[in-house]
């Protein structure tokens, strides 16, 4: 006998582990497959504002950081403090997304270490899947099929869910982005580096059209960068910010690296009995490319779509997670995009970018709309000021002259 579910959740990582938490403590019947058997490669950076909304405890935190350096191509560098309105804190995927799973299966999901294959719909509308087991004794199991009536495809950047499912014209366009986990130097730090600040270097050597990062993560570093440009040789770019960041000869403890989306799709869901969230669905930010806050924000909305859906034997609610998501984070999205589309393009534009963050007005509004995730309202004039600073910056207009 196939065993059945309400919904199946395919992928365990922030995305999924937070929508099966949602609907397991609702009361409904959701296995959570996922095949176990890899770190996902990621800065692990995530805003205070994540632990409180997500109720995330302290000690998943490696690191702290309370500042940002941005380096121009020339080497200028710019710091920006964050003060007393939050911080930056980092996890390590390699304890956190389990973590997030056994919260899962806490509130009542059922967790299959497993990979999924295939899904068959039915003439009733529900769900087959084949499921591949992985992990320990994978090799001695069996493939498992099971039924369920919905399935959350939670399943990252290359969502086999969106493959199977969705038309390949859905796919959001992505860069792909690589890091080095290196051992952070006990006794001769680098003077370039601090263990409580996120460095994010804009140059064209490093990425030519997004940015390479030295992020601290308390025992490691990781350090990275992302690019949509074929041929750019971005493991030896990595190699140079190593060089560069004086981390050179730190021992490398992991190579990785893996598709970054970054553009929400224009719909989710098949109207039926499957909703993509998270990676899956794109959800990352332009130009910064924070992923982590918004695929737990997608596992929740995603849930509670889900069960609107079940609870009214509809597919039309499944829609409500991305209108919901667009609604409160598709303006600072679009801001995202323009900006990544504007200055990104060469080190000129580059350069004038990263003096843009000298502002006063630039630092306080990326700090708080990073840390609160919203548009600051409270200050409109600010808004005005940098959008003028922008300008000028973009048309070269001098500081005296603005
Ligand atoms: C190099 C790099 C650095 C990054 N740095 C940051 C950062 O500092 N801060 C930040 O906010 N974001 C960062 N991101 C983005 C962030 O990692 C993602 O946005 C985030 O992990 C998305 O979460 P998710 O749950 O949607 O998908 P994922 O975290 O990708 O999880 C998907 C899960 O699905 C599982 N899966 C895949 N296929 C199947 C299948 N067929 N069956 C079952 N399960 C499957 C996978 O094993 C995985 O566990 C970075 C990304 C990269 C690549």
Redesign the pocket.
Known sequence: MRKSYDVAV????????MAAERLGAMGYGVAL??????I???????PSRALADFGIPENQLVARANAARIIAPSGRTIDMTIGDIGYVGMVD?AGF?PYLRLRAVDAGAELLT????TITEGANGELALTLQPTGAEASNKPVTDIVVRRVIG???????VRRLMFPSSRRPPYVF???EIVETPVDDIPDGFRADRCDVIYDGRISPDFYGWV?PHGKHI?I?S?TAVKGHGIREATARLRQSAGLGDCRVIRR?????PLKPMRRWDNGRNVLL????AG??APSS???????ML??RLAADAMHRSLASNSGKPLADARRTFMHAHGRVFFILGIMQTIWYRNDRLREKFVAMCADPDVQRLTWESYLNKKLVRRDPLAHLRVFAKDLAQLFGIPAGQR
């Not at 497959?33 to 890899?38: A, C, M, S, T, V």
């Not at 996902?40 to 995530?46: D, L, T, W």
């Not at 939670?154 to 086999?160: E, F, L, P």
């Open positions: 395919i992928g365990g990582g922030p995305c999924g582990a497959i996922d095949p176990g058997n890899r996902k490669p990621c800065g692990g950076a995530i995927r997304d497993a990979k999924l294959e939670a399943d990252g950047a290359n969502s086999a982005a690589y890091h992020f990781s990275g992302g990785e690296g893996a598709p970054l969230a998270g990676d899956a959800t990352v490319g924070e992923g982590i806050y918004y695929a997608c596992g």
